[in-house]
């Protein structure tokens, strides 16, 4: 980055161990005072090589490199590489296993929104709203605990359905939630909604255009806050999420005020997603009638030297898939997560690349916080929702 004026500007190095970044995140800022005349993203201190080592692994022994990288989210990871995985190999998932994926990567959505509310709020001054924030994300993690054994790298989609089917408690406790959480989602707003000193440092602040975010290849509530209306669930449905009616909320202000008002109004559709598809869960099994790809039931092992078979090879060998190129995209809480995967026939994928959100809206810090103060780059860092996993996968 060029310094316009050296003898008058200065040059600060934001992070990457600043709180405000959310990650190991380093903005080198050009600065006339407190304005910020130029800015540029450092990325690179948490770099992991996780598409090169998921093509050293068997498919499905790739799927737990996914939870790694948006790790608020690890749910839309595993989907969004999964379905890939399924468009190769030509199979869908069963309607149960469906439904469940739905329910699952909705809890997903609030859980990681929550996330972002609560640390959004901290950074300009809300400390009650983060601790409120957290206190209602564990109770999705136990969710994912129940079904999954583990409370965020849960790994639980797999190629041809889930890993198990969910416990019986499953449903109850999800009924539960649906029934306390929108009193919540409004304490929220009414914390927030009327509070001066957050709305002095969001409204009006970190403005995008319309053409600006498209230009930019924004997404997901960043490019809904600009008053862009584009969903994949809606525009490119998958798991079929054209069967279930929800709205998708856009906002026309495009700073950082519009933004949360998007993710708030996508925790209440979340709940409508997650309502319907509890109403609608189909019994039946969750994994497809395919032994070359899922493994056979435990209570099988017991009797059947062919199921003993199945299960050694595909945990040894994997199933192979066949020569071609997929490239799948879902609506990750950040935007739009996509996965481009390429088979060679053999049991390990030959290429596989990652389109993430918080990748692109990095690179679009620049636009939002020219003109500006320092104290606003750390409102607009929180407004974009970035997680440096995905940045430095």
């Known amino acids: 980055m060029e310094i316009e004026n050296a003898e ?3 040059l600060l190095s934001m992070g990457p161990q600043h709180p405000s970044t959310h990650g190991v995140l380093r903005l080198l800022v050009e600065l006339d005072g407190e304005n910020i005349v130029n800015l540029a993203p450092d990325i690179g201190f948490l770099h992991t090589g996780v598409e090169k080592s998921m093509e050293s692994k068997t ?3 790739a799927l737990v490199m996914t939870d790694r990288m948006d790790y608020l989210s690890p749910m839309s990871n595993n989907l969004g590489y999964v379905l890939a995985v399924e468009k190769l190999l030509g199979v869908e998932a069963t309607p149960r296993a469906q439904t469940i994926r739905i329910i699952l990567t909705e809890l997903a959505r609030v859980a990681s929104h929550l996330v ?4 959004h709020a901290l950074d300009l001054a809300a400390m009650s709203v983060f601790l409120y924030c957290f206190r209602e994300r564990e109770y999705i993690l136990d969710l994912f605990e129940m079904v999954a054994g583990q409370r965020m790298m849960v790994s639980y989609f797999r190629p041809g359905g889930l890993w198990r089917d969910v416990p019986e408690e499953f449903e109850p406790a999800v009924r539960q939630f649906l029934d306390f959480f929108p009193a919540k989602i409004a304490d929220y ?8 000193i957050f ?3 969001t409204k009006g602040i970190g403005v995008v255009s319309a053409e600006q975010a498209m ?6 509530p960043s490019l809904r806050g600009s008053g862009v209306n584009w969903d994949i669930r ?3 449905p998958y798991i079929g999420y054209e069967t279930y009616e929800f709205d998708v909320p856009v906002e026309t202000d495009g700073d950082v005020y519009a933004r949360y008002r998007c993710r708030m109004k996508e925790m209440w559709e979340s709940l409508r997603i997650i309502q319907q598809a509890m109403d609608r869960l189909p019994e039946g099994p969750v994994n497809i009638d395919d032994r070359k790809i899922v493994p056979p039931p435990r209570s099988e092992l017991g009797h059947s030297m062919e199921a003993v078979i199945h299960h050694f090879k595909l945990w040894t060998e994997g199933f192979s898939a066949p020569v071609g190129y997929v490239y799948q995209s879902i609506e990750s809480p950040r935007g739009e997560f996509a996965c481009y995967l390429r088979g060679d026939g053999g049991p390990k994928p030959a290429r596989v690349h990652f389109r993430t959100p918080s990748y692109v809206h990095v690179a679009s810090l620049p636009i939002m916080s020219k003109g500006l103060f320092v104290a606003d780059l750390v409102s607009i860092i929180g407004s974009i929702d970035i997680v440096l996993g995905e940045i430095d996968r």
């Open 59 to 61: 498919f499905t022994k």
């Open 199 to 201: 709305l002095d440092r």
């Open 215 to 220: 230009d930019w290849g924004l997404t997901g």
């Open 189 to 196: 707003e009414a914390l927030l909604k009327n509070n001066p």
């Open 234 to 236: 809606k525009a490119q």
């Open 8 to 10: 008058e500007h200065m």
């Open 116 to 119: 972002w509310l609560g640390t």
